[in-house]
Nanobody, 123 residues
Framework: HVQLVESGGESVQAGGSLRLSCVASGATQDIGCMGWFRQVPGLEREGVAAINWIGGNPYYRDSVKGRFTVSVDNAKSTLYLQMNSLEPEDTAMYYC??????????????????WGQGTQVTV
């Protein structure tokens, strides 16, 4: 199976930038889609962005379009989330996740059976 390790979360001022990374190891040949989700305590986990492991084609939730960019480096088995113009509402635990099928625009948790441990972003 696939293992995921996130990094890059920290405290940053509003308007600042961060780049999150997620390194995948193990059975990476089984990866179809990789995504970023976030969760605030007491609220539902929400999809932020996703991209196909092969071929790209990113999807974003409306509130981050134009500010966040998701990308994948297959050679490094790493997923990235570049976050610019950060807002206090972006504060959350950010999770990397893997699905075995192609990404869908819905960014549904149900499509992602494998999860990392999370990295905290505080704005």
């Amino acid at each position: 199976h696939v293992q995921l390790v996130e990094s890059g979360g920290e405290s940053v001022q509003a308007g600042g930038s961060l780049r999150l990374s997620c390194v995948a190891s193990g059975a990476t040949q089984d990866i179809g889609c990789m995504g970023w989700f976030r969760q605030v305590p007491g609220l539902e986990r929400e999809g932020v962005a996703a991209i196909n492991w092969i071929g790209g084609n990113p999807y974003y939730r409306d509130s981050v379009k134009g500010r966040f960019t998701v990308s994948v480096d297959n050679a490094k088995s790493t997923l990235y989330l570049q976050m610019n113009s950060l807002e206090p509402e972006d504060t959350a635990m950010y999770y990397c996740a893997v699905g075995r099928s192609w990404c869908r625009p819905s960014l549904s948790q149900a499509d992602f059976p494998i999860w990392g441990q999370g990295t905290q972003v505080t704005v």
